[in-house]
């Protein structure tokens, strides 16, 4: 198979992955209400029609601007947190591929690694706080270690997929530190991010599709 | 859900146009967003321009603000969501005069992040913006952790004695000095007796028995530093003033405004009941209590509940206190 993709390509794979995390957008409500404030359902929903708005008429060449008006599009459609994080990982995976018509699995990488440091400066965050870094990070480590080792992409994207699941576990007995969810302190340790778990399921609707 | 609406997506934006029709001699919408709004007569040239903006659901905060004395443009997000950089971008350009803009904003990661995002998008745009982050919630910190406080109805002192300082054509490191002075002066404390319900979400943000109340409650129903029986008012008065006045510490011989206000669903009767205490429980401190503020100046939709904010003063914020502003939001205000 071809291990490289033009900027339709990146378009399909995130409409798909937009239709993913919609589906997803009632349970992802329900954890963010727990110790969030609730409106992660409504933010997912609102940011995967804007992507779908957007994507369908969408005939950009450029990779890297295809990302940013993404990002662009999720903070407009919703600015809560996650919109604006999310928003942010895009812009700067769109900012590491400025010009390029196509991206290969270092490309991705690159890609990856720059989302990571959007979120880190936009969020203040870390890993270890509880929040999507902790599913983010581990994921663009697993598939980085396994492309610089001659790993294929499939394997690399299931290295990452795995790595994201283990990081999303790790959130459980992880307290808050950022957010609205902070202010319950130790309340939030046992509960399952609300972050994490949404970025864990836009990571593995990415893999899948890649695959 | 017991609602007067059409659709609950549709609130902020049928809000919005309401308030423009009510008032078109004050407020006017940005050209690039229909989400942000401006003083009528923006820019003010020369003057330093105020932006301020956050989710809805708590007029007067923050559309009920603009106004001349005030702030110079809002934007407004959906219920309880910050608005986006893109709406703030589309506020900044219309209030700045030429001397910069001051972003003047209640501490919450998502309003936090967008403002950023905004300053430096407006930076490429030529144009300097500065942030004061309000963050005069008692309740949502100790006093060691300040910067992860909330910010909640001592926003109104800072929109008034920013805005009367930009009036006196200071710089923007001049207004921006003193809105941190006036936010390193202000503790609030809130209580709540019901929730309130999002429209677009059509459950309560939370539950409470109808003999409880929250002290300490965030303005989004965030949680707060216990739940009890619902106590009498002079109780519940004496318990605020412990707090606040504690906090600081306000002492004896400070001169203080006072700002009792209502979630939403209180009833000014409730208010005065709660300030009646409040005034004596000050003055037995040994507080001078220069000016009173009683009334909605920051709500939760239906919440029921109050919260009690002082700033501390001294002559030069006693003179911005006392400084014009008007919005037909803040009746009391035609001359001080």
């Not at chain 2, 009920?64 to 934007?75: A, F, K, R």
């Not at chain 2, 005069?136 to 100790?142: F, I, W, Y």
């Not at chain 2, 207004?175 to 309560?204: E, F, M, N, Y």
């Not at chain 2, 205490?277 to 009683?294: A, E, I, Q």
Request: net charge negative; aromatic share 6%; glycine share 10%.
């Amino acid at each position: 198979m071809s291990e490289s993709f033009a900027a339709s390509d990146v378009a399909s794979l995130l409409l798909d992955a937009a239709n993913d995390l919609e589906s997803r957008s009632e349970e992802l409500r329900v954890l963010d209400a727990a110790i969030g404030d609730g409106d992660l359902g409504i933010t997912v929903q609102l940011a995967s029609k804007a992507m779908r708005a957007y994507l369908a008429s969408a005939n950009e060449p450029s990779i890297g601007r295809l990302l940013a008006q993404c990002g662009m599009t999720i903070n407009k459609a919703s600015p809560s947190t996650f919109g604006t994080l999310l928003a942010s990982a895009f812009l700067a995976a769109g900012k590491a591929v400025p010009d390029k018509d196509y991206v290969d699995p270092a490309g991705l990488v690159l890609m990856g690694e720059a989302a990571v440091e959007g979120v880190k400066k936009r969020g203040k965050a870390d890993v270890g706080e509880k929040t999507m870094l902790d599913c983010l990070v581990p994921a663009v480590e697993a598939f980085k270690v396994a492309i610089e080792c001659g790993s294929d992409l499939p394997h690399a994207l299931q290295q990452a997929v795995t790595a994201a699941e283990a990081g999303l576990k790790s959130t459980v007995n992880m307290q808050s530190r950022h957010g609205r969810a902070s202010w319950h302190g130790e309340k939030t340790i046992g509960v399952q991010d609300a972050g994490a778990t949404a970025m864990y399921y836009l990571i593995e609707s990415l893999a899948r599709h890649l695959h | 859900m017991k609602k007067i609406i059409n659709d609950p997506h549709a609130v902020v934006d049928e809000t919005i146009s309401g308030i423009l029709k009510a008032y078109p001699y004050h407020l006017r919408m940005a050209r690039e967003s229909n989400r942000a709004l401006v003083r009528a007569d923006a820019p003010v040239q020369g003057k330093v321009g105020l932006c301020t903006g956050g989710g809805s659901g708590h007029i007067p905060v923050f559309l009920g603000y603009v106004g001349p004395g005030l702030v110079d443009g809002v934007s407004v997000g959906n219920v309880f969501s910050s608005p986006s950089a893109d709406d703030m971008l589309a506020a900044t350009k219309e209030v700045d005069g030429g001397a910069g803009v001051l972003y003047i904003f209640g501490n919450y990661s998502g309003d936090l992040m967008n403002f950023e995002m905004a300053a430096e998008m407006s930076g490429l745009e030529g144009i300097e913006v500065q942030l004061s982050i309000v963050a005069d919630d008692v309740a949502s910190a100790p006093r060691e952790e300040r910067h992860r406080r909330r910010g909640v109805a001592g926003l109104f002192f800072a929109y008034k004695l920013a805005g009367a300082k930009a009036d006196t054509m200071a710089t923007l490191a001049e207004v921006k000095a003193t809105t941190d002075r006036v936010i390193a002066q202000t503790c609030s404390i809130g209580v709540a007796l019901s929730p309130c319900t999002i429209p677009a979400a059509g459950t309560p943000t939370f539950t409470i028995a109808d003999d409880e109340m929250e002290l300490g409650m965030g303005i989004h129903g965030e949680p707060g530093i216990e739940r009890t029986r619902l106590m009498k008012a002079n109780d519940i008065a004496a318990t605020m003033v412990e707090k606040v006045v504690s906090d600081l510490p306000f002492t004896s011989g400070d001169e203080v405004a006072v700002l009792v206000n209502g979630l939403g669903a209180t009833p000014p009767e409730e208010l005065f009941i709660l300030y009646d205490r409040v005034h004596d429980l000050l003055r037995d401190r040994g507080l001078k209590v220069y000016r009173t503020f009683v009334g909605e100046y920051a709500t939760s939709m239906e919440m029921a509940g109050a919260s009690l904010s002082l700033l501390r003063l001294d002559d030069d914020l006693k003179d911005l206190l006392d400084a014009p502003a008007s919005s037909p939001f803040l009746p009391q205000w035609r001359r001080a």
